[in-house]
């Protein structure tokens, strides 16, 4: 059967340090993978998705940005990180068909 | 573009009761809909959706929601709530025959069950 593993859980950072989440899904192969974030009263806002190996979309401008290595494999990363990129920060899949998506257990993200 | 406006933010209600959290979307195309519930500090769960077919459709937890083209409405409905349903409900919408592109949530709304 397919899961999606996304660490860390829990993560607080300092402003301006680095970010990096990884998203991994198995028992597929060439998903389509999504990174959303979580804000207090804002619902889901879609950051990045991604079709295959080396192919991003990204929907929010923003200052963060997402890279897929491999082919169940996506990464979200800044490399400096503001207050205001402190949210709840969740990974999904979806076989590329329309049976809904798969989300990962989420990290939340508090910058201090 | 597509977007999604569920009416209510916050709805509470006490056990034993229905309940009906409104979700409208609007888009130019035709679409599949979704409803995910989250529960504290977790990822979305998938309660049910809408591809084709019958427009009442059934779910986990005994939800239901039925698909009205005509108002553009997906509204989620359970005739007797649980304590354990509170939680917080999403809808979402993606666009029909477009593999890879991403559900559209609306802000989401806080189902509060109590005793």
């Known amino acids: 059967s397919q899961t999606i593993h996304q660490w860390p859980a829990t993560l607080v950072q300092p402003v301006g340090s680095p970010l990096s989440l990884e998203c991994t899904v198995e028992g597929t192969s060439n998903p389509n993978l999504y990174w959303y974030r979580q804000a207090a009263g804002r619902g889901l806002q879609l950051l990045f998705y991604?079709?295959?190996?080396?192919?991003i979309s990204s929907e929010v401008p923003q200052n963060l940005s997402a890279s897929r290595p491999q082919d169940r494999q996506f990464i979200l990363s800044s490399k400096k990180l503001l207050l205001s990129d402190s949210g709840f920060y969740l990974c999904a899949w979806t076989p590329g068909g329309f049976g809904g998506y798969t989300f990962g257990s989420g990290t939340r993200l508090t910058v201090v | 573009a597509q977007s999604v406006t569920q009416l209510d933010s916050q709805v509470p209600v006490f056990e034993e009761a229905p309940v009906e959290l409104r979700c409208n979307y609007s888009s130019s195309v035709s679409v599949y809909l979704f409803w995910y519930v989250q529960y504290p500090n977790q990822g979305l769960q998938l309660l049910l959706k809408?591809?084709?077919?019958?427009?009442l459709v059934k779910g986990i937890n005994g939800f239901e929601a039925e698909f009205n083209k005509s108002q553009t409405s997906f509204h989620l409905r359970k005739p007797s709530v649980h304590i354990s349903d509170t939680a917080e409900y999403f809808c979402a919408v993606s666009e029909r025959n477009q593999a890879g592109t991403a559900l559209i949530f609306g802000k989401g709304t806080t189902l509060s069950v109590s005793s």
């Open positions: 809408y591809l084709s077919g019958s427009t």
């Open positions: 991604s079709v295959g190996i080396g192919q």
